[in-house]
């Protein structure tokens, strides 16, 4: 790789999933036109969906999925003492994602009954974020991650330069798309507070913002809840919106 005509050293890299749906590096494999140039950014010595086999002298570690089991605990710290750069990739690493909603619940052996009967489960009573068990340096948000995005972010981190996460909301993309606003149409929506980056992809698709990129640079979560419930959303369905990716830190 050349960076202004200079031959720059490619940093090794490499992909974990934890608990998740694997859908972020999905996203990544998948990405069959540009794949060859994103994996030229960076020497890839790890990434289950794409290579066999693996190699464990990585300085850059992408983390895909929330911390949910003791051994997963031990797996991240583990890969944190090797690592110079850790990634927390996707918003189940970044928040805690569809997972954490387990954390509502005070009786994780009821949960475990309802949902998988008698087959024994091994799982922690509450789901972690990847920040709340070591240090991460970079977030990239969504649900999944959007893949211009992550393109741009590891294009900075290989060229050692800042990269500037997009601080203003979804719903400024959607009216630049010029949708026409779902409050109109009757739905509740969280684009005026979730943090824009997927190009308004939910909105311009006719459905609801669900907030999956979590808040924008200072929501005003208070208002928009009063917005909501002037639109004739109950307690229950704007709760749903907020707690759902755990990305608006609801148990706050
Ligand atoms: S549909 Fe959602 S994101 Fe689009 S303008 Fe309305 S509130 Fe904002
Ligand atoms: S519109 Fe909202 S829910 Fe949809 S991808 Fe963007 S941030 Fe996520």
New binding site residues.
Partial sequence: MQYLGVDLVKPKAAFFDFSSCEGCQLQIANNESNLLDFISLMEVINFREILTGGKDDYEIAFIEGSITRDDEINRVKNIREKTKILVAFGTCACFGGINKLKNKFNDIEWVKKEVYGNYPVETNDKVLAIDEVVKVDFYIY??PV?KPEVEAIVQSIALGREFRYLKHP?CFRCKEKQNICLYELGKIC??PL??????????SNG???????GPAAEPNIEFMKKIMKKNGFTERQIRDKFELFSAFKWEK
Avoid at 194 to 203: D, F, I, L, N
Avoid at 207 to 213: A, D, E, F, L, V
């Fill in positions: 969504g649900c959007n979804v969280m684009g979730t943090r824009a980056g997927c190009g308004a992809r939910c909105p459905n609801s913002c669900i907030g999956c990129r």
